[in-house]
Nanobody
Framework: QVQFVESGGGLVQPGGSLRLSCAASGFFLDYYAIGWFRQAPGKEREGVSCISASDGSTTLADSVKGRFTISSDNSKNTVYLQMNSLKPEDTAVYYC?????????????????????WGQGTQVTVAE
């Protein structure tokens, strides 16, 4: 049984940082591309970042480039999302998810229609 368990969310002030973790079980990081997407109330789901199982290359949404970094630790079967310089518009539930069939990240990153597995999500709130 595949499980992704996210942690690390919380309340942070604008300009602050958080690091999200996604611990995978029943799934190894070299199976398929894996990463993060987010959903804010009243907004479309947005693919945030992806890391390829094939070569470790990464993608980032334009909205987070220069602020977020994705990484993975295969020995711990865990994926991370380091989020710096957080803005109120980053407020959302962040989900860890895998591609359903590809080892390399797609050009558009993770999108809802291409997902295989995903977790329950962790809330990130950026506010004073």
């Amino acid at each position: 049984q595949v499980q992704f368990v996210e942690s690390g969310g919380g309340l942070v002030q604008p300009g602050g940082s958080l690091r999200l973790s996604c611990a995978a079980s029943g799934f190894f990081l070299d199976y398929y591309a894996i990463g993060w997407f987010r959903q804010a109330p009243g907004k479309e789901r947005e693919g945030v970042s992806c890391i390829s199982a094939s070569d470790g290359s990464t993608t980032l949404a334009d909205s987070v480039k220069g602020r977020f970094t994705i990484s993975s630790d295969n020995s711990k079967n865990t994926v991370y999302l380091q989020m710096n310089s957080l803005k109120p518009e980053d407020t959302a539930v962040y989900y860890c998810a895998s591609d359903r069939e590809r080892r390399a990240c797609r050009s558009g990153g993770l999108t809802w229609g291409t997902l295989g597995y995903w977790g329950q999500g962790t809330q990130v709130t950026v506010a004073e």
